[in-house]
């Protein structure tokens, strides 16, 4: 395998919000934006962890989670997701989301212990994206959970009251074609 | 000095808070150690810590009158400060340490009472004359009637929970075919919140300012104000930025409505540290809206700009001494404005983000003051709130003030947890906020984005990613960033997230 890493030379890095980055491998200390050159330093100490040192300032970093080629970044307390992808994965993955289809049911799941006060959703009730479907209690504060897709309700796993754990799926959705 | 030890009814940072001030005065404190936090930072200021990790009851021990009693005898306290949240506003808590010859720190059950109860409170104010948005009498006994009083009032109007607060029981109805499902939605909530269906409609303010007034009170009868609040920023009515005093009030309004603000008081025969909150509309005509009965989150704006400390007040007020600060004494200087740093997910709605602060680093200017309960280790637990931090900045007038809070939110280093720091960076560049022209809608109506990123940031993080891509798939040596392995995948907040791009 190893002449197949050096024979990659460069990198998608692709965001969530469909933006392309492109990156050399082996990839250099230091980015291009428009006719200057500035230094990147991923940086370690006790007191603040990781950093990114950049024009002189320093950006805490994390990584929140990593799955084969998806990583999720904190970068100075806001997260970015991407995928990564070599030349030849990303050619791939355009053909694979031309042919492939679409999920079709999507688990609304509790992001934390808590109690639900309120099921707003409706067996058979059309959702649309960003809907909220249930309200849950946690840490004192009432947070609505939203549908993230557009579609029909399909089942309702929960009513008022109940105590649920983190995870747990609450709703059902059928995702609209 | 009649006040040896004070048993602090809570925890995080406002236990934090009285610790330090009880210990300038010499007195004592009592702790206590749960088993949900049995290594929280606020024990480490007590002079007593009592042990209750072996309670496996379900209720917090801060909410159970009868176990804080017994433990305030138990540990030989001779007051309580209940802090805010939890009892602090549970007249039966109050009227049960008299009892037991221990010495509230707060006013009297009875004016707890009064205040707490909305349609109480509304009638009182009504007696004194002060200025209230058009309301129901009391209390709605059924739709119909709400319907017949919506109608007399004129849309919009809301519905208020008579024991409610936090927004809980709230609902604002805007046309009249909605008026009878909403009371029926706003009184089963209050009952499921409040164990009290009690209900009572208000003529809705549009877009105002929220703007409090801070009071203190003795018991011998002297009551004064330390100027205003101004607490607009808010989201489903939880108050996330705080500065004191207003631009939108000059000396002859902060003179009446702060001389409003010492009468109502006056009705119920107030003592020690309280608020009196106000809506403010366009036409500067203001509304009284509650009183709160207890030391606020927002306090140390007030002692900042006065110089005035609130909780020694309070102690002082409950110990029987007479207020010596008189109204002319009061001075305001300087402006200040307080972020609340929780461990919310800003990407994400504002949605909870419990979990152990990994690296914590504050600012130490000296015009910043950091209030906190938390330190590197500590652990935001999901059973209690998501504050982390209150950053408090003064400077001597907005302008200057502005401009060291975006300083120093860019000290504040977090790590571990997702912040509210990117929304305060946000707003502390949005013109309607640095204006002061915004409303109690602001966060509703006038933001495309909650948060604030810098250009490159996204290409820095991307960067980033495609080192570690590089590092774990095509080499080997590698500085690892802080990763968060407890983690899992959360399709939710992810969903979220990108819904927002």
């Given at each position: 395998m190893g002449n197949e890493k050096t024979k990659i030379k460069k990198l998608y890095a692709l965001s969530s919000g469909n933006r392309k980055y492109i990156f050399s491998n082996p990839l250099r200390e230091n980015i291009k934006i428009g006719n200057r050159k500035y230094e990147v330093k991923l940086k370690q100490d006790d007191k603040f962890g990781t950093y990114i040192l950049w024009k002189n300032r320093k950006y805490p970093v994390e990584v929140v989670r990593s799955r084969q080629n998806r990583y999720e970044i904190l970068f100075n307390d806001i997260s970015y997701t991407f995928t990564i992808e070599t030349p030849f994965g990303y050619k791939r993955m355009r053909v694979l989301s031309r042919q492939k289809g679409r999920k079709e049911k999507e688990l609304v799941k509790s992001p934390m212990p808590g109690k639900i006060v309120d099921v707003l959703a409706r067996e058979g009730n059309q959702v649309l994206k960003g809907e909220p479907v249930v309200i849950l209690e946690a840490m004192k504060m009432q947070n609505e959970i939203q549908s993230p897709v557009n579609g029909t309700v399909i089942k309702i796993n929960t009513k008022p009251g109940v105590i649920v754990n983190k995870d747990d799926v609450l709703v059902e959705i059928k995702v609209e074609a | 000095m009649k006040i040896k030890r004070i048993l602090i009814a809570n925890r995080g940072e406002i236990a934090v808070r009285i610790m330090k001030t009880a210990r300038k005065m010499n007195i004592e404190t009592v702790a206590i150690k749960t088993s949900v936090e049995p290594s929280a930072m606020y024990l480490s200021y007590a002079d007593v810590i009592y042990d209750n990790t072996e309670d496996e009851s379900e209720i917090p021990v801060f909410l159970d009158i009868d176990k804080l009693i017994g433990i305030a005898l138990k540990t030989g306290a001779d007051a309580v400060h209940p802090g805010y949240g939890f009892l602090a506003e549970n007249a039966y808590f109050a009227d049960k340490c008299l009892d037991n010859n221990i010495e509230f720190i707060g006013p009297s059950p009875d004016a707890i009472y009064k205040m707490g109860n909305k349609t109480i409170a509304r009638k009182i104010a009504l007696s004194s004359n002060i200025p209230m948005a058009m309301g129901s009498q009391g209390n709605i006994s059924n739709e119909e009637e709400a319907v017949k009083i919506a109608a007399k009032i004129g849309y919009p109007i809301i519905i208020k929970a008579a024991s409610g607060g936090g927004g809980r029981g709230m609902r604002i109805v805007r046309k009249p075919e909605d008026m009878e499902k909403m009371f029926i939605i706003a009184s089963k909530e209050a009952e499921k919140a409040f164990n009290d269906p009690s209900v009572f409609i208000e003529k809705y303010i549009e877009n105002p300012k929220h703007i409090e007034f801070q009071i203190?009170?003795?018991?011998?009868?002297?009551?004064?104000?330390?100027?205003?609040?101004?607490?607009?920023?808010?989201?489903?009515?939880?108050?996330?930025?705080?500065?004191?005093?207003?631009?939108?009030?000059?000396?002859?309004?902060?003179?009446?409505?702060?001389?409003?603000?010492?009468?109502?008081?006056?009705?119920?025969?107030?003592?020690?540290?309280?608020?009196?909150?106000?809506?403010?509309?366009?036409?500067?005509?203001?509304?009284?809206?509650?009183?709160?009965?207890?030391?606020?989150?927002?306090?140390?704006?007030?002692?900042?700009?006065?110089?005035?400390?609130?909780?020694?007040?309070?102690?002082?007020?409950?110990?029987?001494?007479?207020?010596?600060?008189?109204?002319?004494?009061?001075?305001?200087?300087?402006?200040?404005?307080?972020?609340?740093?929780?461990?919310?997910?800003?990407?994400?709605?504002?949605?909870?983000?419990?979990?152990?602060?990994?690296?914590?680093?504050?600012?130490?200017?000296?015009?910043?003051?950091?209030?906190?309960?938390?330190?590197?280790?500590?652990?935001?637990?999901?059973?209690?709130?998501?504050?982390?931090a209150k950053l408090i900045v003064r400077g001597s007038d907005r302008r200057d003030a502005l401009k060291k809070c975006k300083l120093a939110l860019d000290k504040v280093w977090i790590k571990g947890v997702k912040t509210t720091l990117p929304f305060f960076r946000m707003l502390m560049r949005h013109p309607k906020f640095t204006s002061g022209l915004f409303t109690t809608s602001f966060i509703e109506k006038d933001l495309d984005q909650y948060y604030h990123n810098s250009e490159y940031e996204e290409l820095l993080a991307a960067w980033l990613a495609t080192k570690l891509f590089i590092e774990e798939n095509l080499t080997d040596d590698s500085i690892k960033p802080d990763f968060r392995e407890s983690r899992e995948i959360d399709p939710w907040l992810l969903n979220k997230r990108i819904s927002q791009f």
């Open positions: - | 203190l009170g003795d018991k011998k009868g002297n009551i004064i104000h330390l100027g205003e609040r101004e607490c607009s920023i808010q989201r489903k009515h939880q108050k996330l930025l705080e500065e004191a005093p207003s631009c939108a009030l000059d000396d002859r309004l902060r003179e009446e409505m702060g001389s409003m603000a010492v009468k109502i008081a006056r009705a119920v025969g107030y003592y020690s540290a309280g608020t009196v909150e106000f809506l403010l509309d366009s036409d500067k005509k203001y509304y009284f809206m509650e009183m709160n009965t207890r030391i606020q989150v927002e306090h140390p704006v007030t002692e900042e700009i006065t110089g005035i400390d609130l909780i020694e007040q309070q102690i002082r007020i409950a110990n029987g001494e007479e207020l010596k600060i008189k109204q002319k004494d009061v001075k305001i200087k300087g402006w200040a404005i307080e972020c609340r740093i929780n461990a919310e997910d800003v990407q994400a709605g504002f949605a909870p983000d419990p979990g152990r602060i990994e690296k914590l680093s504050l600012p130490d200017d000296e015009y910043v003051r950091v209030d906190t309960g938390v330190t590197s280790g500590s652990a935001i637990v999901s059973s209690y709130d998501s504050m982390i």
